[in-house]
């Protein structure tokens, strides 16, 4: 059994194959055993509609999730910002690895910053989150910006600029990291400017519950102080009943002194698309020990974005 390859479940996107292909290399160096991709096709990557349209919570990954359940694949890798809050029993994310770059960045026309787009600038992105935050700061510092509504994938959004139709569009650093495009970027928005999905740049690793070989060896790719992090981040959301296309942008840093890593500081923002009304909010303590510490600095962010009027704010509620 020990040479018997295991099989990795992977959306077939580009981006996708490239995270999975780097997870399967490190599965293979931790067991042994060669990892084999099985593509499938989720119905976020057909339909053609907004995330906001189509529901957005689970629709990169339910096909995923039923492949592993009828047993065709042994573990499957998600992008965790994909992910809904709710974990399904009979599933267990066996590791989330350390997390990459968790920015957002532009990619626009003359190799354009942010903050030198022209007067009515066209900025592509698919996230409401994304709309709401730039619209947010173009009103706060005087700038003059249209947000347009794309779907497609990375090579489909930068070619709207290539070809002119965009003046820039809005992507996450670390995918262009995973699939070698990283220098395409031309700017790199800051986390002051633009906070990123909750789990932006980490990667979900899951397989089932019972198997708990496999949950041991994955767990070798298990990054704690990523899994805090992103814990502290989608209880925020969950506790928000928000889904993973609602304007909510959240991140937990991780403070150092030195090497020594001493507290956590978690922030969330949820705002309208326009950008005109936003509850944004910051707490900072002791690194989370345990799971339920992480979940409870969460909900208590959460409940005090709501006392501001969160609620309010986001178009898209988890059903």
């Given at each position: 059994m020990k040479d018997k390859a295991l099989r990795l479940g992977t959306r077939r996107s580009k981006l996708?194959?490239?995270?999975?292909?780097?997870?399967?290399?490190a599965v293979s160096q931790v067991t042994g055993r060669p990892v084999e991709l099985v593509e499938i096709t989720t119905y976020g990557d057909v339909s053609r509609e907004s995330l906001s349209q189509i529901g957005g919570t689970g629709v990169f990954v339910t096909a995923l999730r039923d492949a592993l359940l009828r047993g065709e694949v042994d573990f499957a890798v998600h992008s965790l910002k994909d992910l809904p809050t709710?974990?399904?029993?009979?599933?267990?994310?066996?590791?989330?690895?350390?997390?990459?770059?968790?920015?957002?960045?532009?990619?626009a026309r003359d190799a354009l910053k942010f903050t030198d787009l022209p007067r009515g600038a066209r900025i592509g992105t698919g996230s409401a989150r994304r709309?709401?935050?730039?619209?947010?700061?173009?009103?706060?510092?005087?700038?003059?910006?249209?947000?347009?509504?794309?779907?497609?994938?990375?090579?489909?959004?930068?070619?709207?600029?290539?070809?002119?139709?965009?003046?820039?569009?809005?992507?996450?650093?670390?995918?262009?990291?995973?699939?070698?495009r990283i220098e395409e970027v031309t700017d790199f928005l800051s986390v002051d400017t633009v906070l990123p999905a909750p789990g932006?740049?980490?990667?979900?690793?899951?397989?089932?519950?019972?198997?708990?070989?496999?949950?041991?060896?994955?767990?070798?790719?298990?990054?704690?102080?990523?899994?805090?992090?992103?814990?502290?981040?989608?209880?925020?959301?969950?506790?928000?009943?928000?889904?993973?296309?609602?304007?909510?942008?959240?991140?937990?840093?991780?403070?150092?002194?030195?090497?020594?890593?001493?507290?956590?500081?978690l922030r969330g923002v949820v705002g309208t698309a326009d950008g005109a009304r936003m509850v944004q909010l910051s707490t900072t303590g002791p690194v989370p020990e345990t799971h339920d510490h992480a979940l409870a600095l969460g909900r208590e962010l959460a409940a005090e974005m709501l006392a501001q009027g969160a609620a309010g704010l986001m178009g898209e509620r988890a059903h």
């Open positions: 996708a194959m490239a995270q999975s292909g780097q997870v399967a290399d709710a974990q399904p029993e009979e599933l267990t994310l066996a590791a989330i690895p350390e997390r990459e770059d968790p920015r957002d960045v532009i990619v709309m709401a935050q730039l619209n947010a700061y173009a009103r706060a510092h005087g700038l003059d910006i249209e947000t347009v509504p794309i779907r497609g994938n990375v090579d489909t959004r930068i070619r709207y600029v290539r070809d002119g139709e965009l003046d820039a569009v809005v992507l996450a650093a670390a995918g262009l990291n995973r699939i070698g932006q740049g980490a990667l979900a690793v899951e397989c089932t519950a019972d198997n708990a070989e496999l949950i041991a060896a994955l767990g070798e790719l298990d990054d704690p102080f990523t899994r805090v992090a992103v814990t502290a981040e989608r209880s925020l959301l969950a506790a928000l009943e928000a889904g993973c296309s609602a304007p909510v942008g959240a991140l937990a840093d991780l403070l150092a002194d030195g090497q020594i890593v001493k507290e956590m500081r």
